[in-house]
């Protein structure tokens, strides 16, 4: 299944534009796919693709209350 994209404008200085353009070359990759692997490691780095704490703490139970289930269902 295809990830839905959404289109957005933005601009940067020329030479940070050209190196991207340079690296996506080099790499054989998209701009967009290197912008969003930046994008992403960005939001990794300041907290915001995190899980949440409250899942966090229930899938913790459930791994303690539950660990030959869980064993069985990985098997």
Do not use: C, H, W
Not at 12 to 17: A, D, F, H
Not at 46 to 64: H, L, S, Y
Request: proline share 5%; aromatic share 6%.
């Amino acid at each position: 299944m295809a990830v839905q994209r959404e289109k957005f404008a933005t601009q940067m200085s020329p030479r940070v534009l050209s190196d991207l353009r340079e690296l996506a070359k080099a790499e054989d990759k998209q701009i967009q796919a290197l912008l969003e692997e930046a994008v992403s490691d960005l939001l990794d780095k300041r907290g915001f693709n995190k899980p949440d704490p409250d899942f966090m703490a229930a899938a913790e139970d459930i791994m303690t209350e539950f660990p030959e289930t869980l064993k069985y269902l990985a098997s």
